[in-house]
């Protein structure tokens, strides 16, 4: 049973560019959360989303941010106009339909590097 | 005052150590604790999780919590050198969904 994929493992961006990470959850899994890992810092919480439904935002960015989950293929978080700040780790976890969704697993994350 | 406060050492232990790892909170009303590790350059996985206070174990690692101090505990018996890692505690908040977590505490094991 595959965990929780995550691609790209690694992305440079350029100051201005987008930068699109993808999240397919484990198999039977329907909720998608995504996280951020600053340097030295700990993992924060930024949205949480279901099938073509996002639940909670509440830890997402006003600006330049995006997040979608549809009812076909993987979770998209969508960072537009990168700048430096947003270097970082970021992290897919998914929870099963009908389970815990304080039970959270993790993917192997994305290392965006802004340029 | 941080919702989940955790130390994050480092830690350097002799193999074979008890290891102990501490957070506390301040939200009373929080009644799951999970902890998580983290090796370098990998997603966090989740070790164990209790619900409201008492102990937890599972093989050499035993999770603890005391509600009466807002206080949380792991310890790790006869650590090995492949537990160096950064470990995590999170709870769940905001309708369980949402998971805070402590800043991590880095552990060295050395053979």
Not at chain 1, 5 to 18: A, I, S, Y
Not at chain 2, 65 to 70: I, L, P
Not at chain 2, 79 to 105: E, H, M, R, V
Request: charged residues 20%; contains cysteine.
């Amino acid at each position: 049973n595959a965990g929780v994929m995550q691609n790209p493992r690694h992305l440079v961006r350029r100051r201005g560019q987008e930068a699109r990470l993808r999240c397919s959850p484990m198999k039977g899994h329907s909720h998608v959360y995504w996280y951020r890992q600053l340097p030295e810092e700990g993992l924060k919480f930024m949205v949480y989303l279901q099938k073509e439904n996002i639940i909670d935002e509440s830890g997402m960015p006003k600006e330049r941010f995006s997040a979608e989950f549809p009812k076909e293929g993987p979770s998209i978080l969508r960072i537009q106009q990168v700048v430096r700040g947003d270097s970082a780790a970021y992290f897919c976890a998914s929870s099963p339909l009908g389970g815990s969704d304080y039970e959270q697993y993790f993917g192997p994350g994305t290392r965006l590097t802004v340029t | 005052q941080k919702e989940v406060e955790q130390d994050p050492g480092p830690l350097s232990v002799p193999e074979g150590a008890i290891v102990s790892l501490n957070c506390t909170y301040s939200n009373s009303a929080f009644q799951y604790f999970m902890w998580y590790r983290q090796y370098s350059r990998k997603g966090p996985e989740l070790l164990m999780y209790t619900y409201s206070s008492g102990n937890k174990e599972d093989g050499r690692f035993t999770a603890q919590v005391d509600k009466s101090s807002k206080y949380i505990s792991l310890f790790i018996r006869d650590s090995q050198p492949s537990d160096s890692a950064t470990y995590l505690c999170a709870i769940p908040s905001g309708g369980y969904n949402k998971l805070i977590f402590g800043a991590g505490t880095r552990l060295a094991v050395h053979p």
